[in-house]
């Protein structure tokens, strides 16, 4: 969904625009480029780049309504990122779809157009295993240090388990007081029609005594992460469903899926 924000409803392609950079700066998302083009509301495209920004969830809390908007249809719509970053973690995004249909979809959170309809289109969702891997080490040191621990080292594994799944496992190296020792977590992860990525079969391995300290604080934290899915895209609203969902693991880990009222031959 698109996040926008307006104090009267959008009635040009400027004014439009102008929402939906409002919109994403309430995320703290700078985009890089907001343009429109066309007459409103059957537009010719919509193309944002929010490439360089950094996406700030904490911030949703601060969301407000405003005006809302009616239905708009574009004739190309161009979603990039290279990168965007969530926190810290850098992720590429590349979506373009043809003949779409926009419609408003706010909540109680905050003012979005959601995708309703559109002849065909493509999204794909990258990061790199190493800045993931990065990611992964500031996060365990931060929540370790709340407990006494201290991580030295963070080794993270990706093995693709067929088009959809992934088996991961993450190698600790963590000094409890004056112990230290090896720590592992692994697990499955696997990605539905909608782009909601389930995590199961979560556990702490590793040294006895050390997998028993972190489990103290962990656990809670991972069984709540296998009980909410994590949703990494919006897409599948309305008439629009995704099909062709894959996951690539090489040295990155890419999601990639296809949608749109006109079925390909692939389809």
Not at 125 to 145: C, D, G, P, Q, T
Not at 159 to 177: H, S, W, Y
Not at 223 to 242: F, Y
Request: net charge negative; proline share 4%; charged share 25%.
């Amino acid at each position: 969904m698109i996040p926008f924000l307006c104090d009267s409803p959008p009635d040009s392609a400027s004014s439009l625009a102008a929402a939906i950079a409002a919109g994403l700066e309430l995320y703290g998302v700078k985009a890089r480029k907001t343009d429109v083009e066309g007459t409103f509301p059957n537009l010719d495209s919509v193309t944002i780049d929010l490439s360089g920004g950094v996406f700030k969830p904490d911030l949703k809390s601060s969301h407000r309504n405003g005006a809302r908007a009616g239905r708009i249809t574009s004739s190309r719509v161009v979603i990039t990122a290279i990168p965007l970053l969530i926190e810290t973690l850098p992720i590429e995004i590349h979506a373009q779809a043809r003949e779409v249909a926009l419609v408003d979809a706010s909540t109680a959170k905050g003012s979005f157009l959601a995708l309703d309809s559109a002849a065909e289109g493509n999204i794909e969702i990258a990061a790199e295993i190493a800045k993931l891997e990065a990611f992964l080490h500031a996060k365990a040191v931060e929540a370790a240090s709340q407990h006494g621990a201290d991580i030295r080292e963070t080794h993270l594994t990706v093995q693709a388990r067929g088009d959809r799944a992934l088996t991961f496992r993450m190698e600790v190296i963590a000094k409890f007081f004056l112990l230290k020792a090896n720590v592992t977590l692994s697990g499955d992860a696997r990605i539905d029609d909608a782009l909601n990525l389930h995590f199961s079969n979560l556990e702490i391995g590793g040294h006895a005594m050390a997998a028993g300290l972190l489990s103290k604080f962990a656990r809670p934290r991972l069984d709540a992460l296998q009980r909410e899915p994590i949703p990494l895209g919006e897409l599948a609203l309305g008439d629009v469903k995704l099909r062709n969902v894959k996951v690539a693991c090489d040295e990155a880990i890419r999601i990639t899926a296809e949608f749109g009222n006109r079925q390909t031959e692939r389809a």
